[in-house]
T-cell receptor, first 113, second 115 residues
Framework: NAGVTQTPKFQVLKTGQSMTLQCAQD?????MYWYRQDPGMGLRLIYY???????DKGEVPNGYNVSRLNKREFSLRLESAAPSQTSVYFC????????????FGPGTRLLVL | GENVEQHPSTLSVQEGDSAVIKCTYS??????FPWYKQELGKGPQLIID?????GEKKDQRIAVTLNKTAKHFSLHITETQPEDSAVYFC??????????????FGKGTLLTVNP
């Protein structure tokens, strides 16, 4: 049982390049989340998927798109990367309903030059 | 929306001392308050949580207290050890059992336990 996995672990992009961050969970959870973490800013929600087939914007969605590919996988896409998107990105999942605990992946460190 | 304030931003204690981290929240309807520990280079991990129908919860050296009237909750770590050194985040949410469940996080506290 790997929990929440993220790929890649680290990525360097040039301004304007695109990339997709991958996230998968093997806990049969319904809900999945993407956060970004910046120094002194805590964790901010980018997008979330309450259940397979649905996605909603979080606090900081501009410049990102998401796809809930199936129940296990939730990807985050940067269409045209900007230096302001340099951050550490975390994916999380939650069983759903009254079960509140979110389980986090190890993170993807992204540097946009 | 919900706003969570966390203090202090950094905390340094001697091994064996206690550490207290405090958070306040703005949405009186929030009813779930988890605490996460993040070690360097890793993702956050839940260490303890409390629901609004409980005033205090303990798990070995860790305890959390909640004051719903004042809208604040605190993390208490007793007999601190060097392995407690990490960034700690508080969070709050309103879980009505529906689909739009989201956590709002504080900005984190860097705890350093000096041997």
């Amino acid at each position: 049982n790997a929990g929440v996995t993220q790929t890649p672990k680290f990525q360097v992009l040039k301004t304007g390049q695109s990339m997709t961050l991958q996230c998968a969970q093997d806990m049969n959870h319904n809900s999945m989340y993407w956060y970004r973490q910046d120094p002194g800013m805590g964790l901010r929600l980018i997008y979330y998927s309450a259940s397979e087939g649905t996605t909603d914007k979080g606090e900081v969605p501009n410049g990102y798109n998401v796809s809930r590919l199936n129940k296990r996988e939730f990807s985050l896409r940067l269409e045209s990367a900007a230096p302001s998107q340099t951050s550490v990105y975390f994916c999380a999942s939650r069983a759903g309903g009254p079960r509140e605990t979110q389980y986090f992946g190890p993170g993807t460190r992204l540097l946009v030059l | 929306g919900e706003n969570v304030e966390q203090h202090p931003s950094t905390l340094s204690v001697q091994e064996g001392d206690s550490a207290v981290i405090k958070c306040t929240y703005s949405d009186s309807a929030s009813n779930y308050f988890p605490w996460y520990k993040q070690e360097l280079g890793k993702g956050p991990q839940l260490i303890i949580d409390i629901r609004s129908n409980v005033g205090e919860k303990k798990d070995q050296r860790i305890a959390v207290t909640l004051n719903k009237t004042a809208k604040h909750f605190s993390l208490h770590i007793t007999e601190t050890q060097p392995e407690d050194s990490a960034v700690y985040f508080c969070a709050a949410s309103r879980n009505s059992g529906g689909s739009n469940y989201k956590l709002t996080f504080g900005k984190g506290t860097l705890l350093t336990v000096n041997p």
